[in-house]
């Protein structure tokens, strides 16, 4: 099973207290939205995310590095849904990607 934390495997992580819903749904959108932001579980590909992290001692990670540890490619398009549901934060640092672009550096919350 590798390095996955405790947290993961109880599911403790994935708890509400780690996502506020309410960033799930915009104001406008209808109440059915807001329902289903109420109880949104994350999904395959942002499980994948988190578990790399974990698995993974790094002090902090950008976009690019994530495709390093995965068999599937573009795993990055779920790092702005992670931080939405508050998993991960952006640091305020940046450092460089494969094309030599920044990129912003983020961490697990």
Aim: charged share 30%; aromatic share 8%; proline share 3%.
């Amino acid at each position: 099973m590798g390095k996955v934390s405790e947290a993961l495997l109880q599911g403790s992580l994935f708890h509400e207290q780690y996502y506020d819903p309410k960033k799930l749904a915009r104001r406008n959108d209808p109440s059915t939205s807001h329902a289903a932001a109420r109880t949104a579980k994350i999904n395959r590909r942002q499980y994948e995310v988190l578990k790399i992290m974990l698995d993974n001692s790094r002090s902090d990670w950008i976009s690019d590095e994530l495709d390093k540890y995965s068999k599937t490619p573009g795993l990055w398009r779920r790092v702005g849904e992670l931080e939405r549901m508050g998993k991960i934060r952006f640091t305020g640092g940046t450092r460089a990607g494969k094309s030599g672009k920044q990129q912003r550096c983020f961490v697990l919350t």
